[in-house]
């Protein structure tokens, strides 16, 4: 976004009722990366893989500190990464997976 159109939004928003105040307060959007594969509420699909990003997400400190608990962080992951999710996934990548990525129990076999 540029200065003009950041001009034309602000004058738009004064005009519905906002303040002048709260348009400069306002944080940017980030983009966010999962640290860990997002995993369907059914169970054993991977929506979202481990690096994926989450475009356009609010730059303010509760919205970040609220994906970051879910896994979303600002930058991506890598094999130094020492954030809880990387290291549990470290963990579960010791456990057999079949080729859909789902865990395969010894229970099963």
């Keep these: 976004m540029d200065y003009l159109e950041r001009k034309k939004l602000q004058e738009e928003l004064k005009d519905i009722g906002y303040k002048q105040e709260m ?10 990366y999962w ?8 169970g054993g699909d ?26 979303a962080l600002s930058f991506p992951p890598s094999e130094t990464c ?4 990387c290291q549990l996934e470290s963990k579960e990548n010791e456990l057999p997976r079949d080729k859909s990525g789902k865990f395969v129990s010894s229970k099963t076999e």
């Design 23 to 32: 348009l400069d307060s306002w944080q940017p959007k980030v983009d966010l």
């Design 35 to 42: 640290h860990k594969d997002v995993i369907s509420a059914t």
């Design 46 to 71: 991977i929506i979202k893989p481990k690096g994926s990003v989450l475009r356009n997400q609010p730059g303010d400190p509760a919205t970040l500190a609220n994906l970051g608990r879910r896994g």
């Design 82 to 85: 020492v954030c809880k999710h």
